[in-house]
T-cell receptor
Framework: AQSVAQPEDQVNVAEGNPLTVKCTYS??????LFWYVQYPNRGLQFLLK????DNLVKGSYGFEAEFNKSQTSFHLKKPSALVSDSALYFC??????????????WGLGTSLAVNP | AAGVIQSPRHLIKEKRETATLKCYPI?????VYWYQQGPGQDPQFLIS???????DKGSIPDRFSAQQFSDYHSELNMSSLELGDSALYFC?????????????FGPGTRLTVT
């Protein structure tokens, strides 16, 4: 069965420091991996995705994520955190198999707090 | 750029009433998804449509139904509302046709059942 795990409910980091939000996944085939961010009382916003190709994916707002097949991980990173990055971050995976099933499996979310 | 539009943004209903939520996807997007998000929870997938046909079904209660119309907008119909249905309901759209498109989310409809 497909699953996504975000092992940390909350991540705290000082402004200017690098941040990492962890995500591991389990799928039967090749994974399609996504990161979304949700600000308070707002809808989810797409940050980046990994489909194939380079393991390091660059996305919006200076975020990037590294796909690691052997560790089945897709951690979200940013070299220098901003206070405005404080939000809820969701990792999601979709089975890369054929067909019209495009359902995403979501992690439980990680609350990122960037302290001034 | 055009985004996903949801209406209404806020809705207050009483128990046992019905509600209809509407979603207008990004132009040319052919796939619509519905999610329910409770306070502090991850989005729970309800149902999706591709080219006006149901493509996948998640944890949608039997009291709920949905459809996608010829103009690709979608409606989520909720009947016999319960207090536990109070949540944020998101619609998302993506471009299918074999491509792995990211989902673009609307701002959500906050449903409160009293």
């Amino acid at each position: 069965a497909q699953s996504v795990a975000q092992p940390e409910d909350q991540v705290n980091v000082a402004e200017g420091n690098p941040l990492t939000v962890k995500c591991t996944y389990s799928v039967s085939g090749n994974p399609y991996l996504f990161w979304y961010v949700q600000y308070p009382n707002r809808g989810l916003q797409f940050l980046l995705k990994y489909i194939t190709g380079d393991n390091l994916v660059k996305g919006s707002y200076g975020f990037e994520a590294e796909f690691n097949k052997s560790q089945t991980s897709f951690h979200l990173k940013k070299p220098s955190a901003l206070v405005s990055d404080s939000a809820l971050y969701f990792c999601a995976v979709r089975d890369g198999g054929a067909g019209n099933n495009r359902k995403l499996i979501w992690g439980l979310g990680t609350s990122l707090a960037v302290n001034p | 750029a055009a985004g996903v539009i949801q209406s209404p943004r806020h809705l207050i209903k009483e128990k046992r009433e019905t509600a209809t939520l509407k979603c207008y996807p990004i132009p040319r997007h052919d796939t619509v998804y519905w999610y329910q998000q409770g306070p502090g929870q991850d989005p729970q997938f309800l149902i999706s449509f591709y080219e006006k046909m149901q493509s996948d079904k998640g944890s949608i209660p039997d009291r709920f139904s949905a459809q996608q119309f010829s103009d690709y907008h979608s409606e989520l119909n909720m009947s016999s509302l319960e207090l536990g249905d109070s949540a944020l309901y998101f619609c998302a759209s993506s471009l299918g046709s074999g491509r792995v498109g990211e989902q673009y989310f609307g701002p959500g409809t906050r449903l409160t059942v009293t």
